[in-house]
């Protein structure tokens, strides 16, 4: 069973009744051993709940909450490129954190435009570049007519390839995704800006750390709270671009 606990969610993002109870789903009847277990996984997630209760696409949000909270990445006014951004939970908190929407009109308003192989539902505040492939040199040209300046001041990416199983060769294959952003933040990312990129942990993470710490001031390895213990998941945050060598 999945190892979040309910008090590691800050309370703001929490509704009083959610985590009380274990649910046990009734029609666990001719799934697979696997679909059973996600099942429950998912119907006992405190964070599955808490997305329901506050609106968003999926748990995901929670992992971009926690790291902003701690590590202010987002603000009004900066320009987001969301990568693998369906369905559209982190963009969602970018949106809120940037103004995108313009919700508060005192403040200024920033731009968030997310990407993804899939279709994207459209979201208030941003602007979405579905069908397209993020490591694809014809999106990053489509990115930057899309953003002020052909500029941003965050990249996120929270993109992972359909698992296969074979846990080397997802590795391998994220790695492969993540080391191309290094080329969008060439293309798009502003001296000073930041990239959050999410990868599986294995044997070429150190090289992902090196690449970005070449182009980087400052990279961390963080593993937020609502990223399940047991899986491979961890995340890079590099900050202060320095400019491509
Ligand atoms: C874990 S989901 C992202 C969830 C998202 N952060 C959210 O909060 O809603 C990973 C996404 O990466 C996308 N993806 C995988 N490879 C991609 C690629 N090469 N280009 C664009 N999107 C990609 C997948 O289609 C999938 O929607």
């Known amino acids: 069973m ?31 051993t696997a ?7 998912q119907l006992n997630d405190p964070y599955v709940k808490a997305a329901k209760t506050h609106n968003y696409r999926c ?31 982190w963009s969602q908190v970018a949106v809120r954190r940037v103004n995108a929407a313009g919700a508060d009109a005192e403040l200024p308003r920033g731009t968030v435009v997310g990407v993804d192989l899939l279709n994207i539902a459209p979201l208030d505040g941003a602007l979405f570049l579905s069908s397209h492939d993020v490591t694809d040199p014809v999106t990053h040209a489509r990115l930057q007519g899309m953003l002020p300046d052909a500029k ?7 993109m992972a390839p359909n698992a296969s199983g074979f846990r080397h060769m997802d590795h391998e294959s994220l790695i ?5 952003l290094v080329d969008l933040s060439q293309k798009v990312l502003r001296p000073g800006g930041s990239l959050l ?3 599986w942990d294995g044997f070429l993470a150190p090289t992902l750390q090196k690449r970005l710490s070449e182009v980087f001031g400052v990279v961390r390895v963080l593993k937020p709270k609502a990223s ?18």
């Open 2 to 32: 999945q190892g979040c606990c309910i008090s590691f969610i800050p309370k703001r993002y929490l509704h009083a009744t959610v985590g009380l109870m274990k649910k046990i789903p009734h029609n666990l009847k001719g799934k697979s």
């Open 35 to 41: 679909d059973q277990s996600w099942l429950l996984r």
């Open 59 to 89: 748990r995901s949000a929670f992992k971009l909450l926690e790291v902003d909270d701690r590590h202010a990445l987002l603000r009004p006014g900066l320009s987001v490129v969301d990568c693998g951004a369906a369905p559209g939970a």
């Open 152 to 158: 941003a001041d965050v990249i996120l990416s929270d």
């Open 176 to 180: 492969a995704m993540c080391l191309t």
């Open 197 to 199: 990129c999410k990868y």
């Open 228 to 245: 399940r213990k047991e899986s491979a998941e961890l995340y890079l945050l590099a900050k202060m671009y320095k400019q491509i060598k």
